[in-house]
């Protein structure tokens, strides 16, 4: 692997953005290294500005699930853009996307778009407190919701304890009115709603956690959740940024047959264009402004760039067969994997759901060796253990059997 152009490019963004980057992962710090800028992404490959040429795992983390470059979405995209990229102002689009949107997922009657994921769970959960008049909310240790402020705090000692901010800059008064459970563990939550009576305003949960790296939810704990939020009149948020479109059509609650009270929508949604969103039931979704007290905008929001890309992304993944095809594609990639730990006695397991999968290593210096020696033979993932590898519609058999084999190759 060549990395002399990255190496050159890499060292001048580290005298511009803080590591270099402008989003935290990106800098390797987990693995170390140098990490490989990227020229161009077609279908399931990336290249880096060295000509070097990758297998594809990240996806963009989450939305490349049409692989890169799709022609038909390159092409709505261009024609749109030659109409001008926002206007500030209703657009048609915004609507097309909305009605896609909520044929796909009935439990958001009306749903609110954004710029990013990160904008949806915010919101959401200000729609949650405003709707309950309660400020405590409960999360999941290890839940990933976003960067706003009450969203990164993970659990104090105790499951029950008072959150304490995963993050400097985050006011001690905020974080303590975030409440952290154990993911799967619905025991904590009970006592959390427990120990605070009438005082929660929701419960947000990526229904199937990905960014601890994959792990499904164990039979029952989405149900009881809802259970547990309706015994204690909170309200029960499903981000969906990673999981909508994604472990099925209609996400999570699709999969797992239930109608969480307000949904979060990010990454695939966009078609690799900045898009969040958030809804659920009319009247729930009636107190944001203009026609309720509970303030939201955004100056790009519902741009008609990204709604393009989005209406695309989706009129693909509409197609009959498309979740069979990705699910079967993914499965004799985690299955051979699967093999391998076993055949070789490897000190890992693999986790999934569909296309998403991680592989947890027992120790994390047998991740770090295993990524580099990847990355060296041509494979992409992402450059941390408490991450999920994403497989898209682009990567065939043949993408498929190489990355076995260069596996095969290094464990
Ligand atoms: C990625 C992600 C977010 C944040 O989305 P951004 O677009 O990066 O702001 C929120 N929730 C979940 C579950 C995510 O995976």
């Given at each position: 692997?060549?990395?002399?152009?990255s190496?050159?490019?890499f060292?001048?963004?580290?005298?511009?953005?803080?590591g270099g980057v402008?989003s935290p992962v990106r800098a390797f710090g987990a693995v170390g290294g140098t990490p490989p800028f990227i020229?161009?992404?077609?279908?399931?490959?990336i290249?880096d500005?060295?000509?070097?040429?990758y297998?594809d795992y990240v996806g963009s983390w989450?939305?490349?699930?049409?692989?890169?470059?799709?022609?038909?979405?390159?092409?709505?995209?261009?024609?749109?853009?030659?109409?001008?990229?926002?206007?500030?102002?209703?657009?048609?689009?915004?609507?097309?996307?909305?009605?896609?949107?909520?044929?796909?997922?009935?439990?958001?009657?009306?749903?609110?778009?954004?710029?990013?994921?990160?904008?949806?769970?915010?919101?959401?959960?200000?729609?949650?407190?405003?709707?309950?008049?309660?400020?405590?909310?409960?999360?999941?240790?290890?839940?990933?919701?976003?960067?706003?402020?009450?969203?990164?705090?993970?659990?104090?000692?105790?499951?029950?304890?008072?959150?304490?901010?995963?993050?400097?800059?985050?006011?001690?008064?905020?974080?303590?009115?975030?409440?952290?459970?154990?993911?799967?563990?619905?025991?904590?939550?009970?006592?959390?709603?427990?120990?605070?009576?009438?005082?929660?305003?929701?419960?947000?949960?990526?229904?199937?956690?990905?960014n601890?790296g994959?792990?499904?939810?164990?039979?029952?704990?989405?149900?009881?959740?809802?259970?547990?939020?309706?015994?204690?009149?909170?309200?029960?948020?499903?981000?969906?940024?990673?999981?909508?479109?994604?472990?099925?059509?209609?996400?999570?609650?699709?999969?797992?047959?239930?109608?969480?009270?307000?949904?979060?929508?990010?990454?695939?949604?966009?078609?690799?264009?900045?898009?969040?969103?958030?809804?659920?039931?009319?009247?729930?979704?009636?107190?944001?402004?203009?026609?309720?007290?509970?303030?939201?905008?955004?100056?790009?929001?519902?741009?008609?760039?990204?709604?393009?890309?989005?209406?695309?992304?989706?009129?693909?993944?509409?197609?009959?067969?498309?979740?069979?095809?990705?699910?079967?594609?993914?499965?004799?990639?985690?299955?051979?994997?699967?093999?391998?730990?076993?055949?070789?006695?490897?000190?890992?397991?693999?986790?999934?759901?569909?296309?998403?999968?991680t592989l947890?290593f027992?120790?994390l210096?047998?991740f770090k060796k295993f990524f580099h020696a990847a990355l060296e033979?041509?494979i992409y993932l992402p450059p941390s253990q408490f991450e999920t590898c994403f497989?898209?519609?682009?990567?065939?058999?043949?993408?498929?059997?190489?990355?076995?084999?260069?596996?095969?190759?290094?464990?």
């Amino acid at each position: 692997m060549k990395q002399n152009c990255s190496q050159k490019f890499f060292e001048e963004a580290l005298n511009l953005f803080p590591g270099g980057v402008n989003s935290p992962v990106r800098a390797f710090g987990a693995v170390g290294g140098t990490p490989p800028f990227i020229a161009k992404a077609q279908g399931p490959k990336i290249w880096d500005v060295d000509g070097n040429e990758y297998i594809d795992y990240v996806g963009s983390w989450g939305p490349a699930i049409l692989g890169h470059a799709h022609p038909k979405v390159v092409a709505a995209v261009q024609a749109a853009a030659a109409n001008g990229f926002s206007f500030g102002a209703p657009t048609e689009l915004e609507s097309r996307l909305a009605l896609m949107v909520r044929e796909i997922f009935p439990s958001m009657e009306k749903l609110r778009f954004v710029s990013s994921g990160t904008e949806a769970a915010m919101s959401a959960v200000r729609l949650a407190r405003g709707t309950t008049g309660r400020d405590k909310i409960i999360k999941f240790e290890g839940g990933y919701h976003g960067h706003a402020d009450f969203l990164l705090v993970k659990a104090g000692s105790g499951g029950a304890t008072f959150g304490i901010p995963s993050s400097a800059g985050v006011p001690k008064d905020f974080a303590k009115l975030t409440l952290t459970a154990a993911y799967n563990n619905l025991d904590s939550v009970k006592k959390i709603f427990d120990a605070n009576k009438n005082e929660i305003a929701c419960v947000i949960v990526e229904p199937v956690a990905g960014n601890v790296g994959c792990i499904p939810p164990q039979t029952g704990f989405l149900q009881g959740l809802q259970n547990l939020c309706k015994a204690n009149g909170a309200l029960l948020i499903f981000d969906e940024v990673m999981t909508g479109f994604r472990v099925a059509l209609g996400g999570a609650q699709e999969l797992y047959d239930i109608k969480p009270d307000i949904t979060c929508l990010g990454k695939i949604i966009g078609g690799g264009l900045p898009v969040g969103a958030y809804g659920g039931r009319k009247e729930l979704m009636d107190n944001m402004a203009p026609l309720g007290k509970i303030y939201q905008a955004g100056t790009l929001s519902g741009n008609p760039l990204a709604m393009t890309a989005g209406i695309e992304t989706l009129k693909i993944l509409s197609q009959k067969k498309v979740y069979e095809k990705l699910n079967e594609i993914s499965a004799r990639l985690t299955s051979g994997i699967q093999e391998m730990i076993k055949t070789k006695k490897i000190g890992a397991k693999i986790e999934g759901v569909g296309s998403m999968w991680t592989l947890f290593f027992d120790r994390l210096d047998d991740f770090k060796k295993f990524f580099h020696a990847a990355l060296e033979k041509g494979i992409y993932l992402p450059p941390s253990q408490f991450e999920t590898c994403f497989v898209s519609l682009a990567h065939t058999n043949i993408e498929v059997d190489n990355t076995l084999d260069v596996f095969e190759s290094i464990l």
